[in-house]
T-cell receptor, first 114, second 110 residues
Framework: EADIYQTPRYLVIGTGKKITLECSQT?????MYWYQQDPGMELHLIHY???????EKGDLSSESTVSRIRTEHFPLTLESARPSHTSQYLC?????????????FGPGTRLTVT | GQQLNQSPQSMFIQEGEDVSMNCTSS?????WLWYKQEPGEGPVLLIA?????ELTSNGRLTAQFGITRKDSFLNISASIPSDVGIYFC??????????FGTGTRLQVFP
């Protein structure tokens, strides 16, 4: 069973606010990912990390930023939220040395910006 | 950018029926994957396929890696209410990141 956690599960905030979405995993995985998903639609990779102090942008351009200071923690930050950022954000991780596609997903954070 | 098209978009079936869905691309993939996502949760990996023509089962689920390497198929036999969810295919080429399909939404009525 996957041990990957995301908080908050739901967030409604006003335009211009700074927010941080938390993601933690207790599996010791080196690789972590952030995906953006509109309801019922496909997932788009926005950030990934192969280890501490390693972060890369994904295929979908995003105004968010990420950091990886500890192996187990991969937070995503929006400096100034806008209504266009309304979406579901999914965090995932995969084991070191294993297939990258064996990604374990967290439950997601549903963000609404008013 | 790269897109994986899934069909059908939605399926409404009766419990006990078999289900078939597919995923197609204009590009070749080296790995095909099938995930299931239930409401309010993240996707869960169901089946991974590694080579053209491969047929793999996981309980009542069977998936196939198309011969052309541009498509994949998922079948669910004798559907039950807990099969409800969105089924996503995903493809991977070499060391590229996963590309997810558009999803097939399955609803099962008792």
């Amino acid at each position: 069973e996957a041990d990957i956690y995301q908080t908050p599960r739901y967030l409604v905030i006003g335009t211009g606010k700074k927010i941080t979405l938390e993601c933690s995993q207790t599996m010791g995985h080196d690789k972590m990912y952030w995906y953006q998903q509109d309801p019922g639609m496909e997932l788009h990779l926005i950030h990934y990390s192969y280890g501490v102090n390693s972060t890369e942008k994904g295929d979908l351009s995003s105004e968010s930023t990420v950091s990886r200071i500890r192996t187990e923690h991969f937070p995503l930050t929006l400096e100034s939220a806008r209504p266009s950022h309304t979406s579901q954000y999914l965090c995932a991780s995969s084991k070191s040395g294993g297939p990258e596609y064996e990604q374990y997903f967290g439950p997601g954070t549903r963000l609404t910006v008013t | 950018g790269q897109q994986l098209n899934q069909s059908p978009q939605s399926m409404f079936i009766q419990e006990g029926e078999d289900v078939s869905m597919n995923c197609t691309s204009s590009s070749i993939f080296n790995t095909w994957l099938w995930y299931k996502q239930e409401p309010g949760e993240g996707p869960v990996l169901l089946i991974a396929l590694y080579k053209a023509g491969e047929l793999t089962s996981n309980g009542r689920l069977t998936a196939q890696f198309g011969i052309t390497r541009k498509d994949s198929f998922l079948n669910i036999s004798a559907s039950i209410p807990s099969d409800v969810g969105i089924y996503f295919c995903a493809g991977q080429r070499n060391t590229d990141k996963l590309i997810f399909g558009t999803g097939t939404r399955l609803q099962v009525f008792p």
